[in-house]
């Protein structure tokens, strides 16, 4: 157990609407990763959070947005979803408080299927 | 821009066989970082091993080991005395070290059968 958590652990939803998932980071952890995981394009950064605010955008579509709130658990929102977002979303933790890079730890994934 | 290669897509093993997973990198920084993942038949991304790459020295951890050569930008990962709880898929990313995000490799799927 990495001390990652993510809720819902399993998301079935029709296209066109809108979800939200959650991530609470490891206790004592400022940053938080959203990655996907597809069968096409592999394990992708989406964005990172610090603390609060945004730190590191990766290929994150407009559609999607995300946020980290003062208790540090952030939420990952995907709106007007399609077909093609069905993926597994990992959400990662680090402590991050000094210039050496710390390690991500993932939490267990949210398995979203867009029908 | 960084990149990982794992050009192993799959890989099957009898129980008990050695096995090296291949993982070659790409970067223009001096400083960067390398990991390697486990990702299980239930989903999960485990840790496994992180390394700098002001740090060569090859690590062992009981049966795994890995083995970084910056000379041919590897960083290949062994399992001696494969077991079937070490099916599952690898992955090995790469950090640079101005960057938040970790690129990863498309992973490698371990089969040990019994």
């Known amino acids: 157990d990495s001390g990652v958590t993510q809720t819902p652990k399993h998301l079935i939803t029709a296209t066109g609407q809108r979800v939200t998932l959650r991530c609470s980071p490891r206790s004592g952890d400022l940053s938080v990763y959203w990655y996907q995981q597809s069968l096409d394009q592999g394990l992708q950064f989406l964005i990172q959070?610090?603390?609060?605010?945004?730190?590191a955008k990766g290929n994150i579509l407009e559609r999607f947005s995300a946020q980290q709130f003062p208790d540090l658990h952030s939420e990952l929102n995907l709106s007007s979803l399609e077909l093609g977002d069905s993926a597994l979303y990992f959400c990662a933790s680090s402590v991050d408080l000094g210039p050496i890079k710390d390690t991500q730890y993932f939490g267990p994934g949210t398995r979203l299927t867009v029908l | 821009a960084q990149k990982v290669t794992q050009a192993q897509t799959e890989i099957s093993v009898v129980e008990k066989e050695d096995v090296t997973l291949d993982c070659v990198y790409e970067t223009r920084d001096t400083t960067y970082y390398l990991f390697w993942y486990k990702q299980p038949p239930s989903g999960e991304l485990v840790f496994l091993i992180r390394?700098?790459?002001?740090?060569?020295q090859n690590e062992i951890s009981g049966r795994y080991s890995w083995n970084f050569q910056k000379s041919t930008s590897s960083f290949n990962f062994t399992i001696t005395a494969s077991q079937v709880v070490d099916s599952a898929v690898y992955f090995c990313a790469l950090s640079e070290g101005g960057s938040e995000k970790l690129v990863f490799g498309k992973g490698t799927k371990l089969t040990v059968n019994p």
């Open positions: 390394r700098n790459s002001f740090d060569e």
């Open positions: 959070y610090y603390n609060g605010e945004e730190r």
